[in-house]
C-alpha cells in the first residue's frame, strides 16, 4: 500500500481547506512535513496564547503572556503529523471566534475585571522542537504537588499558590525541548537579507524561515551541524547578531533564541497577517 503525503491525506479527507483563522493550510501542511520525526517519549506542541503585548495595544494595561489552551500529539500515535494538522485547524476556528469564546480576568483592589480577547490579541503557536512529554508532565505533576502542600499551609492564598496544569505543562513542555532548531528573530524586515546572509556564510545555505509582520524567524538546524562549524556557530554567531543589533540602536532588533514557538504558519497571527513558511535552500 503507498503510504499518502500529508497534503494529499488532508484533500481525500476534504480537511483540506482554509477554516476559521488558518487561511493557508497548504503552507501549513508545508510546515508540518518539515518538523523533525518524533520518538515515542516526545510531542509536537501547539498553544494558543494571549498576546500580552496586543492587551496593552487594545486595553491600555500589559499582562502577561497567558496559555488558554494547550495540545501534545505524542509519538506513540498512528500518524502524528496528521494529528497536529487536525489540532492547529481547531485552534484556528478557536481562535477566528476567540472574542465569544475567551475573556481576560485583571485582577484589581476591586475584584476582577473582564476583557473580551478579539482574535488580534490571540495566536496560534507551535514549536518547531519535539518536547518530551514525560519529563514535562513529571515536572507539572511535581509543581502542582508542591502547590496543593503549599495551600494547605496558607489555604487563605490558596488561590494564588495552587498551580494551573494546563499552564504549566506548556511552559514545561517548551523548557524539556530537543534541541533540533535553534531560532535568530529579526524585528525588521530591511535587515532580514544582511543576517541571512551571515547565516548563510557559516551554514554554506539559506535555511528554513517563517515571515512575521515586522520581519521574519530564521529557524537553524543546529543538532545537524558538523563539529567545527558548530564549534565556529556558537562561539561567534550570537556575539556577531548581538554586534549587529547594538549598531542598529535596538538590542532586541535581533535576538538569538533557543526556547521559543513559533506563530503557527499559514494561520492568521497580530490581526490579518498570514506568517508563511519557507524551507532552506540548499
Not at 509519538?75 to 475573556?103: C, H, K, N, T, W
Not at 482574535?119 to 518547531?128: A, I, R
Not at 543546529?222 to 565556529?232: C, H, I, M, P, Q
Amino acid at each position: 500500500m503507498v503510504e499518502l503525503s500529508l497534503v494529499d491525506t488532508a484533500r481525500s479527507l476534504g480537511v483540506d481547506r482554509p477554516i476559521g483563522a488558518m487561511a493557508a493550510p497548504e503552507n501549513t501542511i508545508m510546515f508540518i512535513e518539515w518538523l523533525p520525526d518524533l520518538e515515542w517519549f516526545e510531542a509536537y506542541a501547539a498553544l494558543l496564547l494571549v498576546r500580552s503585548k496586543g492587551l496593552k495595544e487594545r486595553y491600555g494595561f500589559k499582562g502577561s503572556d497567558h496559555c488558554l489552551r494547550i495540545d501534545l500529539v505524542p509519538g506513540y500515535l498512528e500518524d502524528p503529523r496528521l494529528r497536529l494538522y487536525l489540532v492547529l485547524r481547531r485552534m484556528a476556528v478557536l481562535a477566528a471566534e476567540s472574542d465569544q469564546l475567551f475573556l481576560y480576568g485583571r485582577h484589581t483592589d476591586g475584584g476582577v475585571e473582564w476583557y473580551r480577547l478579539p482574535p488580534p490579541l490571540v495566536s496560534v503557536m507551535v514549536s518547531p522542537n519535539p518536547v518530551n512529554w514525560v519529563k514535562a508532565g513529571t515536572d507539572t505533576v511535581r509543581e502542582f504537588v508542591d502547590s496543593l502542600y503549599g495551600a494547605v499551609l496558607n489555604p487563605d492564598k490558596a488561590g494564588g499558590i495552587v498551580r494551573r496544569l494546563d499552564v504549566r505543562l506548556g511552559a514545561n513542555a517548551m523548557r524539556r525541548a530537543r534541541h533540533v532548531y535553534h531560532m535568530i528573530d529579526v524585528d525588521d524586515r530591511s535587515l532580514f537579507r544582511e543576517v541571512m546572509d551571515v547565516v548563510q556564510e557559516y551554514l554554506g545555505y539559506r535555511p528554513a524561515y517563517v515571515t512575521t509582520p515586522n520581519g521574519g524567524h530564521i529557524l537553524v538546524w543546529v543538532s545537524g551541524l558538523d563539529r567545527d562549524t558548530a564549534k565556529k556557530w556558537f562561539s561567534e554567531v550570537p556575539m556577531r547578531l548581538g554586534e549587529m543589533a547594538e549598531s542598529h540602536g535596538d538590542p532586541k532588533v535581533i535576538e538569538y533564541k533557543k526556547v521559543f514557538q513559533e506563530p503557527a504558519p499559514g494561520i492568521r497571527y497580530r490581526g490579518d497577517f498570514v506568517p508563511r513558511f519557507h524551507p532552506e535552500e540548499r
